[in-house]
Structures are given as structure tokens and as C-alpha cells.
């Protein structure tokens, strides 16, 4: 069993940069794919960013391509958003996710029902 504990959200005005940490607990981390999902309100949950499991490749949402950069620390059993240029349609709840497939899936794994473990979230707010 793994447990995502997600931290870092807050409210910060357009612009400004937020880093979103999901810190793992549980057996080998580095065997997930991780996700990072959000939720805006009254939106559905779409995934925005994904690092394979030794973190050698990424993809991203076009929405926040070349503003968010997604890391992980497997050596602490971390996984990181880096949140820049941030707009008010950014705002959200994030959620990290753990997938335990053993091919990358990039964004074509963007189905959140394919992912296995979850975080709690943390709202992110971004005023105008």
C-alpha cells in the first residue's frame, strides 16, 4: 500500500509560483509513474503533468506546458509540481497519484481511473 501526502498549496496572486511536494510513504516508490491531477471547481479532474518512475521522462498538459515542471527525489520518496506563471484558471485542487504500470504512459494515461494510489489534495488559488 502506498500512501500521497500533498503539500505547498495556497493562495497567491497571477504570476507568482507555488511548489506543490507529495511525499510517499510505503514500498518501492520508484516502481510508480507519478501524477500530478487538479480539479478546478466544478470541473472534472484532469491530469496535468507526469514523470516515469526513474524520472528520465515527463509530459505535460498543454495548458501548463512551459510554466509547471514536474520532478521526483526517488531517494526520498518525493514528487514535486513547480508551479510558475501562475494564472486564476490554474486554480484548483492537486492531487499527486501513484500508477503502477510498467510502461510510460505519458498524457495518454490521463485517465484517473488508471492511477492506483492517492493524495488528499491541496487548493491551490490564484487571484486576479
Known amino acids: 500500500q502506498v500512501q500521497l501526502v500533498e503539500s505547498g498549496g495556497g493562495l497567491v496572486q497571477a504570476g507568482n509560483s507555488l511548489r506543490l511536494s507529495c511525499a510517499a510513504s510505503?514500498?518501492?516508490?520508484?516502481?510508480?509513474?507519478m501524477g500530478w491531477f487538479r480539479q478546478p471547481p466544478g470541473k472534472k479532474r484532469e491530469l496535468v503533468a507526469v514523470i516515469s518512475r526513474s524520472g528520465g521522462s515527463t509530459a505535460y498538459a498543454d495548458s501548463v506546458k512551459g510554466r509547471f515542471t514536474i520532478s521526483r527525489d526517488n531517494a526520498k520518496n518525493t514528487v514535486y509540481l513547480q508551479m510558475n506563471s501562475l494564472k486564476p484558471e490554474d486554480t484548483a485542487v492537486y492531487y499527486c497519484?501513484?500508477?503502477?504500470?510498467?510502461?510510460?504512459?505519458?498524457?495518454?494515461?490521463?485517465?484517473?481511473?488508471?492511477?492506483?494510489?492517492w493524495g488528499q489534495g491541496t487548493q491551490v488559488t490564484v487571484s486576479s
Open positions: 497519484a501513484a500508477d503502477r504500470r510498467r510502461t510510460f504512459q505519458g498524457m495518454g494515461g490521463m485517465d484517473p481511473d488508471e492511477y492506483d494510489y
Open positions: 510505503g514500498r518501492t516508490f520508484s516502481n510508480y509513474a
